[in-house]
């Protein structure tokens, strides 16, 4: 069994200012530090050097058994992603030696720019025509993406292309299946129609598709739009990045999307009214696009079985005691949700 490594949740800036002194970046102290975020997540830290802002990235204070891989794939694909049109965090550098500050860690340039799912600024906040715009913007961003050639931009053997479809239903029952070790959860019984999405999804799984980036985790949450208008000022949190079927980002955006009053289980923004629907967010990915939408109802009910499970593993969390009880019961009540429209989208031929 692999021990979790346990590190300081401090960074010791004296070690991190002599590894970028002998890298021969910027020289001077380091000033204004600005945690953006940490915990059990990967923590990220704004500061300034020698008259320069830079973003540190590095993972949570509990190292998983992966996460200095995680920060190295990070790295790897904001290194192919230079000089391309996908909005993206600038890399500076990383350091793979876990001495320096007990993780791989790595250096961006800030993004200038905000979180929607935090606030938006008045210019968004009252206009709806922007609004409408920042959703298409979201489209335009995994397009972009999308084009990328990724054997080109070495990164071939990032994933496993090959029966990554074939493996998605069975990779999540699977992961349904081990929530049952946790004797105070309710079960499988308390989920509606999760073997009748999956049957549904195996019946109806396209038969192939062209392997491209995926961003994995693509909502709200997961971007910066620019301050001065609605473009895309950076797509943020690539440690689910791999090779698979750039589609199914298209479906993640489709399940994670607020309904018409703008609520939903995962993320949220206000105001929501002018925002595109699902159905003008597949239009404008048709015209960006030439991959094949035809079974784009499959990638967002797809995104909608995975995200319930998902959820549904801070449920089992809340039942063992070790999450809050109200986030535990929060994230089943979405879960729910998300099983609810992927049956009714088994019936629809379009997303509305």
């Given amino acids: 069994m692999t021990k979790t490594a346990v590190i300081s949740t401090s960074v010791d800036y004296d070690r991190l200012s002599a590894w970028m002194d002998a890298e021969g970046l910027d020289r001077g102290p380091i000033v204004d530090i600005v945690p953006l975020a940490g915990g059990t997540q990967n923590m990220i830290q704004r500061f300034r050097k020698g008259g320069r802002t830079f973003v540190l990235r590095r993972p949570p204070s509990y190292l998983r058994a992966n996460s200095n891989d995680t920060m190295l794939r990070e790295a790897r694909l904001l290194s192919a992603l230079r000089g391309t049109d996908v909005p993206h965090p600038e890399l500076i550098a990383v350091c793979p030696d876990q001495d320096v500050l007990g993780a791989v860690f790595y250096l961006m340039e800030a993004v200038e720019g905000f979180n929607a799912t935090v606030g938006l600024p008045n210019l968004h906040a009252s206009n709806a025509n922007i609004r409408h715009q920042m959703g298409l913007s979201l489209v335009d961003g995994l397009t972009a993406l999308e084009r990328i050639d990724h054997v080109e931009r070495g990164l071939g053997d990032l994933g496993r292309p090959d029966g990554f479809l074939q493996r998605q239903v069975p990779r999540w029952l699977r992961q349904l299946e081990g929530y049952a070790s946790v004797d105070a959860w309710p079960g499988r019984a308390a989920l509606p129609h999760v073997d009748e999405i999956a049957t549904w999804l195996e019946t109806h799984r396209p038969d192939g598709f062209v392997a491209g980036i995926m961003h994995g985790d693509y909502h709200f949450a997961n971007v910066m739009f620019r301050d001065d208008g609605p473009e895309l000022a950076a797509i943020i949190d690539w440690e ?93 009540a979405s879960a729910v949700r998300l099983l609810n429209r992927a049956r009714a989208w088994m019936r629809w031929p379009v997303i509305g």
């Avoid at 939903?264 to 048709?286: C, D, M, Q, T």
């Fill in 240 to 332: 689910l990045v791999t090779i698979g079927d750039p589609l199914l980002d298209l479906g993640w955006l489709l399940a994670t999307w607020p309904d018409v009053d703008g609520r939903i289980g995962l993320v949220s923004v206000e105001p929501w009214n002018g925002f595109p629907s699902r159905h003008a967010l597949v239009e404008r990915y048709k015209e960006r696009s030439d991959r094949n939408t035809e079974a784009i109802n499959w990638y967002a009910i797809l995104g909608c079985f995975k995200l319930a499970i998902i959820l549904e593993g801070t449920f089992v969390r809340a039942c063992d005691g070790a999450a809050p009880r109200k986030t535990g019961d929060d994230c089943h």
